[in-house]
C-alpha cells in the first residue's frame, strides 16, 4: 500500500473507533400537556415558525435527522439539545413562573431581532429555519406584545 492508502484507512478507523463512543441524544416526548402552542398566547404564523426554527432545540419534541445518530455530529447535536432545553423548554412552558416567562419573551425577542437564534450552524444544515427579516419580526413583535399581556396579569 501507498503511504497515503494507510492515511485514508487510519481515518476511515478513527470515525469507525468514535461511533463506539456513547452519546446521549436528550429524549423526544410527543405528550406535553403544558406546551406553549397549547397556552392560548401564540397561534398562527408565528406558531409555525417557532415550531420550524426553534423547536428542535427548545422543546421535547426533536426530531433527529440520521446524521445527528452519527459521531462526531451527534455529539454536537446532543449539546445543543441539551442546553438548549435547560435554557428554554417550550414543552414545559406552562411549568414557568411568570416572572420567568416574561425573561424569556424578552429573551427571544432580542436573541431573534439580533439574528443569534436560531443557531447559524443550525441554519447552515436547515434552509427552512432560515428566517428572513419579515419573519423574525414577527416573532419579535409577538414577543413584545406577549410581554404586555402577561405583564397585566402580574
Ligand atoms: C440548534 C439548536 C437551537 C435552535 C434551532 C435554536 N436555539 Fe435557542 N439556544 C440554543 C442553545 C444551545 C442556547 C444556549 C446557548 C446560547 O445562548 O447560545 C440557546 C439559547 C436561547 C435563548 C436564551 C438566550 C439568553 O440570552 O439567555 C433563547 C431565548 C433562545 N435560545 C430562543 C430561540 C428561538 C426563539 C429559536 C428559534 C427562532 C431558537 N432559540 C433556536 C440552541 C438552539
Not at 30 to 46: F, K
Not at 73 to 84: I, P, T
Not at 131 to 140: E, F, G, S, T, Y
Request: hydrophobic share 45%.
Amino acid at each position: 500500500m501507498k503511504a497515503w492508502h494507510y492515511i485514508i484507512l487510519a481515518i476511515v478507523l478513527i470515525i469507525l473507533a468514535i461511533q463506539l463512543v456513547p452519546v446521549d441524544l436528550p429524549p423526544v416526548e410527543h405528550d406535553n400537556p403544558g406546551d406553549l402552542l397549547g397556552s392560548g398566547i401564540v397561534d398562527g404564523e408565528v406558531a409555525d415558525l417557532l415550531q420550524t426554527a426553534c423547536y428542535n432545540c427548545h422543546s421535547n419534541t426533536t426530531q433527529y435527522p440520521w446524521y445527528s445518530h452519527v459521531a462526531p455530529v451527534s455529539w454536537l447535536v446532543a449539546k445543543d439539545v441539551r442546553v438548549g432545553r435547560e435554557e428554554v423548554n417550550f414543552s414545559t412552558w406552562a411549568d414557568y413562573e411568570l416572572m420567568d416567562q416574561l425573561a424569556i419573551l424578552d429573551d427571544i425577542y432580542s436573541n431573534v431581532e439580533e439574528a443569534h437564534m436560531p443557531l447559524p450552524i443550525y441554519v447552515t444544515m436547515h434552509a427552512e429555519a432560515d428566517l428572513d427579516n419579515a419573519q423574525r419580526q414577527k416573532i419579535v413583535d409577538w414577543a413584545e406584545a406577549t410581554m404586555d399581556i402577561l405583564a397585566e396579569e402580574y
